[in-house]
């Protein structure tokens, strides 16, 4: 079947604007991730929803961080009022249940904020 | 807090040759999960392979084996009879079971810093 998907692929945007990425998990997985990849802090962890639960949010960096998910599916995380720091490769990875499940990663949305 | 360790920024190898990448990690925990996963220059994240800790066996898939050494926090990664579509950035990768605040189990995956392998022809 179809993998993770993420929209856009790139995004370039101005610092202050506020931007949402994307995530389409595979069909029947209950739990999302988003984590962050970039040059000076590596792999990281963002955010966690499984299920209908409360996400866990303790990787979100700062405030202007937020990430919904809809119907228990697609997955919108908004970033706003951008700043340079915050252009990374984002990366959404999905799993079928919690634990003791792999995760498989989307392609990622590469954000470069000007 | 665990942590994940990998200490060859870069590594080279001949195709069909065999290539050993090191993985080292932190933790206070007895069961939990390694992961490899591959990165192409396409972005995706791949897994490569995956080993249970309670597991003493070694994990393999086709071309791909680890040592683990549990005691030591050790999970190397061998490719034998390297190919040129091998040519990636390599993470290791640690998630713990143990139950988080949420009443789940602490599902994140706390990554290392990756090696680059090169494939020569």
């Known amino acids: 079947g179809a993998g993770v998907s993420q929209s856009p692929s790139n995004k370039v945007t101005e610092k202050g604007k506020d931007v949402e990425l994307r995530c389409d998990p595979i069909?029947?997985?209950?739990?999302l991730y988003w984590y962050r990849q970039s040059l000076g802090q590596g792999l990281e962890f963002l955010i966690y929803f499984q299920g209908n639960s409360a996400p866990d949010k303790s990787g979100l960096p700062s405030d202007r961080f937020s990430a919904e998910r809809t119907g228990g599916s697609v997955s919108t995380l908004t970033i706003q009022r951008t700043q340079q720091e915050d252009s990374a490769v984002y990366l959404c990875?999905?799993?079928?249940?919690?634990?003791?499940?792999?995760?498989?990663f989307g392609p990622g949305t590469r954000l470069l904020v000007l | 807090a665990q942590t994940v360790t990998q200490s060859q920024p870069e590594m080279s190898v001949q195709e069909a040759e065999t290539v050993t990448l090191s993985c080292t990690y932190d933790?206070?925990?007895?069961?939990?999960?390694l992961f490899w996963y591959k990165q192409p220059p396409s972005r995706q994240m791949i897994l490569v392979i995956r080993?249970?800790?309670?597991?003493?066996q070694n994990a393999t898939e086709n071309r791909f084996s680890v040592n683990f050494q549990k005691a030591a926090k050790s999970f190397s990664l061998k490719i034998s009879d390297s190919q040129l579509g091998d040519a990636a950035m390599y993470f290791c990768a640690y998630r713990s079971v143990r139950l988080g605040r949420y009443g789940g189990a602490t599902n994140k995956l706390i990554f290392g810093t990756g090696t680059l392998l090169a494939v020569q022809p």
């Open positions: 080993q249970e800790a309670y597991k003493q």
């Open positions: 990875a999905s799993s079928l249940r919690r634990h003791q499940e792999t995760q498989y």
């Open positions: 933790t206070s925990e007895s069961d939990y999960y």
């Open positions: 069909s029947g997985h209950t739990a």
